[in-house]
């Protein structure tokens, strides 16, 4: 599955998703693309999913236009996030096309 990471999304998740490719907006030159913009490239570009940690993203798009999935990060702490990173890891192997996913870790 070919995976995006956002702006906020921390670096070190990628650890995690070695059996994915994973590129960055930064890499890919979409660090100023508003978020309409950044999924229609995306999806362009051929991703499968972005992982964001816009908590604001589906109030503001219209996601059924898009056929790429969105994982959004409720917590963008990594130190916070990383003993959860294999369960970060399970939910991008389940996601579905067009699929949004909220992960939060258990509490």
Same mark, same amino acid.
């Given at each position: 599955? $070919?995976? /995006?990471f956002d702006q906020g999304t %921390? /670096?070190?998740l990628k650890r995690w998703l070695a059996a994915h490719h994973v590129e960055t907006a930064h890499q890919r030159g979409w660090s100023k693309l508003l978020n309409s913009e950044l999924l229609a490239a995306a999806e362009a570009a051929g991703?499968? /999913?972005l992982i964001t940690t816009d908590q604001? /993203? $589906?109030h503001q798009q219209d996601l %059924?236009?898009?056929g =790429?999935?969105?994982l959004v990060l409720m917590i963008a702490n990594w130190p916070t996030i990383e003993p959860h990173a294999p369960m970060i890891a399970a939910a991008v192997?389940? =996601?579905r096309p067009r699929q949004y996913v909220e992960w939060s870790p258990p509490e």
């Open positions: 599955m $070919r995976v /995006l %921390s /670096l070190p991703f499968d /999913l604001n /993203l $589906r %059924s236009r898009f =790429i999935a969105v192997d389940k =996601i």
